[in-house]
């Protein structure tokens, strides 16, 4: 179900698939997440699971929003109520392919649970390492516009400056620059997106940064990471 990828200087650990967790249990809505490493470095993490209970902060950190995701007019690729729904409706064959050439590898991820929304949107997520770039290309086959929520969740040890458009990213061995195609990415401060839980019950700071965007067949939304 996990992979953990090794290319050039990064490392990325992802799902290849979700053949096991159709059915009611207490899995995370993170198909199109990621773990990112460079030079075995924590860039981008998840954030765990803190708590169980509704009165406590963290309940709600296995919907997409708290991992390396998307939302499509606020749903995720498959619905919040799964056992209160008919399983076909809930279902979502998940699965990856992946290429390689000597410059580049792209892992791409795709879902079928947006097509509850509409039939033709057939989601892909594009992930393309290469030696000095990381990018996530968010792309769908219908002509009808879309809503599109990106999230990116940062370990705290990154310091990150807000230069207009851009987001510049140091961990005093390397400097990165964070961007999408619509120059409108923003960070999220003092809210519970902002913890990370490596211990139930106990939470501490992560670095957040999202985008919304309209999305359709001819206009997909792409995120870069780029080493400096």
């Known amino acids: 179900m996990w992979c953990k990828n090794n290319i050039y200087d990064w490392c990325i ?41 509704t009165s406590l902060p963290h309940y709600n950190s296995h919907y997409p929003e708290y991992h390396n995701s998307v939302l499509l007019n606020n749903l995720s690729y498959k619905p919040f109520m799964t056992n209160a729904l008919p399983k076909k409706y809930v279902e979502s064959i998940c699965y990856v392919n992946e290429t390689s050439n000597s410059d580049e590898y792209t892992i791409d991820m795709y879902a079928t649970g947006f097509n509850r929304i509409n039939r033709k949107i057939n989601f892909k997520r594009e992930i393309t390492l290469s030696r000095n ?4 290309s968010d792309m769908i086959f219908s002509h009808k516009y879309f809503l599109i929520n990106n999230f990116f969740h940062f370990d705290n040890s990154l310091k990150i400056d807000n230069r207009k458009k851009e987001f510049y990213i140091n961990n005093n061995s390397f400097k ?6 619509r120059d409108n990415v923003k960070q999220i401060t003092g809210t519970d997106l902002n ?19 309209i999305i359709a067949i001819d206009n997909a939304i792409s995120h870069k990471l780029q080493i400096l």
């Open 13 to 53: 650990i992802y799902k290849k698939n979700e053949d096991l967790i159709n059915n009611p249990n207490h899995s995370h809505y993170d198909f199109f997440s990621f773990y990112l490493f460079h030079h075995n470095m924590p860039i981008m993490i998840d954030s765990g699971r803190g708590s169980y209970q």
């Open 176 to 181: 990165y620059r964070f961007s999408n195609n």
């Open 133 to 136: 770039s990381f990018i996530i």
């Open 195 to 213: 913890n990370v839980s490596y211990k139930y019950g106990a939470f501490e700071n992560k670095k957040v940064l999202s985008s919304e965007n």
